[in-house]
């Protein structure tokens, strides 16, 4: 069963430490599928809404009556969908090779970190003091830019860019 999961989910994983090679296997050998880019948005969305609903007071400036689930993940979805689109129609004005749905799904995959870190992020919070708040704060901030670099690369290799310009 172990084994199985591990293969369903083996290039999101291989992919977070080695992003080059993951991306490119997922664009141009055609390893990635839109099965487990969409598995991983609902991972996401899971995860998103287990940190703003079970975070300690301590970190979470949410005032708990307020907080909707629905509303969480309708935001999730239309940021997800509005760079996505935004993505592709500045790309295919600067002849990116990327399609939308490749651009979905390298993102999607990006979301990896996020989603195996921000729950124990938020378990952990419980448990700290005010004084070691700083902790939690230093894992979500880590994984936002690990998301973000993840997000940049395979965004290159999506739409066959380089950093640098000819």
């Known amino acids: 069963m172990l084994k199985r999961i591990f293969r369903f989910y083996s290039l999101p994983l291989y992919l977070i430490f080695r992003p080059i090679s993951g991306f490119y296997a997922m664009k141009f050998e055609k390893q990635g599928t839109l099965r487990i880019a969409i598995f991983n948005f609902i ?21 708990p009556l307020s907080l909707n689930s629905l509303s969480d993940i309708l935001t999730l979805a239309g940021a997800l969908i509005l760079f996505c689109t935004a993505n592709w129609a500045v790309t295919s004005l600067t002849d990116g090779e990327g399609k939308f749905k490749e651009i979905f799904m390298a993102i999607c995959y990006a979301m990896t970190p996020l989603i195996l870190l921000l729950i124990p992020a938020a378990i952990l919070s419980n448990a700290f003091t005010m004084q070691e708040t700083g902790f939690y704060f230093m894992i979500i901030n880590f994984t936002i830019g690990w998301f973000v670099l993840l997000v940049f690369i395979g965004l290159l290799i999506v739409h066959n860019y380089t950093v640098t310009t000819p």
């Open 43 to 63: 991972m996401m969305c899971i995860s998103f809404v287990f940190v703003n609903q079970y975070s300690s007071l301590l970190v979470n400036q949410r005032h």
